[in-house]
């Protein structure tokens, strides 16, 4: 016959949901109010092309820690990731000057 402690096994268990708990709002709930954070200061366009830049991050760090090198292919994904987050930073930024111009345009007119 197997015999249980349930003390040990109950210590265990909330030391588990502990962790899952402290998961759960560093994975989820943290980085959602980052993003929303994020939506606010800047735009949803570039916040959300902004989470992709973590690829690059990822790949930059494995080969710092000595983890692995890329492929050829995700060298060049990672690249076009890097592109894109500055095309559409600089693009957005264009954007914003061009519609202060305009207002100002607007204001002399009126």
């Known amino acids: 016959m197997i015999v249980i402690n349930f003390h040990d096994i109950m210590q265990s268990t909330l030391k588990a949901i502990g962790f899952i708990a ?7 709930f943290l980085s959602d109010y980052l993003w929303a954070r994020a939506v606010l200061l800047t735009s949803p366009t570039i916040a ?18 000595g983890r692995g090198y890329p492929t050829l292919i995700s060298t060049i994904g990672a690249l076009l990731v890097i592109f894109g987050f500055i095309f559409v930073h600089i693009d957005n930024h264009i954007w ?15």
């Open 22 to 28: 402290l998961n759960g709002f560093c994975d989820n």
């Open 48 to 65: 959300t092309i902004s989470t992709s830049i973590t690829i690059p991050i990822a790949i930059m760090s494995d080969i710092l820690l």
């Open 96 to 110: 914003i000057n061009l519609m202060k111009y305009i207002k100002s345009l607007i204001r002399i007119i009126d």
